[in-house]
């Protein structure tokens, strides 16, 4: 993430795109375009009040670590087919930076927003490999070079690829990982332009102008130029403050995960049979990789 993006829209999809399974986009879901009910608006507190219903098709931070490290497992022999040598995985999960949807809507947590402004925390540091793998071996891995090594054919994808597949095997099509990404995509950019959360942006807005801060919409509060520093910038504190101060006062994110909510469930029963299938195919996979990450692993 760069500076100039300090923390907008921190969410982490871990669908099928987890396993690196691609896909056509997904075409416009024209049933969405009409605006849909408004269900229930729920407090919301800190960013673990923001679950939206499409996190029922999202791998959660434990399965992912699962399904990624029955990827290496599965990936490094394959590797080992041409002669060649991958780092054993991870035989303990660590803790997977995985964000969710907490900062999907900008800064959330008074705690965290009153220590470091817009600035999110540091990113968790990952121990390095103990000994890197090989640029022949990483070409292999990552299907990135020649599609035979040592007279063997590089499968589709190189390794990783191959691995990917397997851990699919026996699930139904389902949305692909680009689909699923795109739909949300859509459905995210279609509920921040409906006219309930333009309301409620229009009364964010009005709020911070009376404490002299005249910022178009959210966004354009969390990317100010002026924040692009290693570090939390003159002023960024008391504004960052007084944008939750005014998120509160309009209610504004409230209202957005409503919205954003009405649309997604409006997508799930339009689509039904491919979400379905996108939940049995998440399920299977998580249950091949389990299998995998159980088995011991050969040295």
Not at 23 to 43: M, N, Y
Not at 95 to 101: F, I, K, N, T
Not at 265 to 289: C, H, P, W, Y
């Amino acid at each position: 993430m760069g500076m100039g993006m300090i923390r907008a829209r921190r969410t982490v999809l871990i669908v099928l795109t987890a396993a690196g399974l691609s896909g056509a986009c997904a075409a416009p879901d024209r049933a969405a375009d009409t605006p849909p009910p408004l269900g229930e608006v729920r407090p919301v507190s800190s960013g673990a009040d923001i679950v939206l219903p499409f996190r029922d098709y999202q791998m959660s931070a434990a399965q992912l670590d699962i399904v990624e490290r029955a990827t290496t497992v599965m990936a490094r022999t394959c590797v080992q087919r041409f002669g060649l040598d991958w780092p054993l995985p991870r035989t303990e999960p660590t803790e997977a930076a995985v964000v969710g949807d907490a900062n999907r809507y900008g800064i959330i947590d008074r705690a965290e927003v009153v220590q470091r402004g817009y600035h999110p925390p540091p990113e968790p540091q990952r121990a390095p490999d103990d000994t890197p793998p090989s640029l022949d071996a990483v070409a292999v891995y990552a299907g990135k070079g020649a599609s035979v090594v040592a007279g063997r054919p590089v499968p589709e994808g190189g390794c990783v690829g191959e691995a990917r597949r397997q851990l699919a095997q026996g699930a139904p099509a389902g949305l692909s990982g680009a689909e699923f990404a795109d739909l949300d995509q859509q459905i995210f950019l279609r509920a921040q332009a409906d006219d309930r959360v333009s309301a409620a942006m229009a009364n964010w807005r009005a709020c911070m102008a009376t404490s002299g801060y005249h910022y178009t919409d959210v966004w354009a509060a969390n990317n100010d130029a002026r924040w692009a520093t290693a570090q939390p910038a003159p002023g960024e504190i008391a504004t960052a403050t007084t944008d939750l101060d005014c998120r509160d006062a309009s209610n504004l994110v409230a209202i957005w995960l409503a919205v954003e909510s009405a649309y997604q469930r409006q997508a799930i029963a339009g689509r039904s049979a491919e979400f379905d299938a996108t939940a049995t195919k998440l399920r299977i996979m998580v249950e091949n990789a389990s299998r995998i990450v159980a088995a011991p692993i050969s040295n």
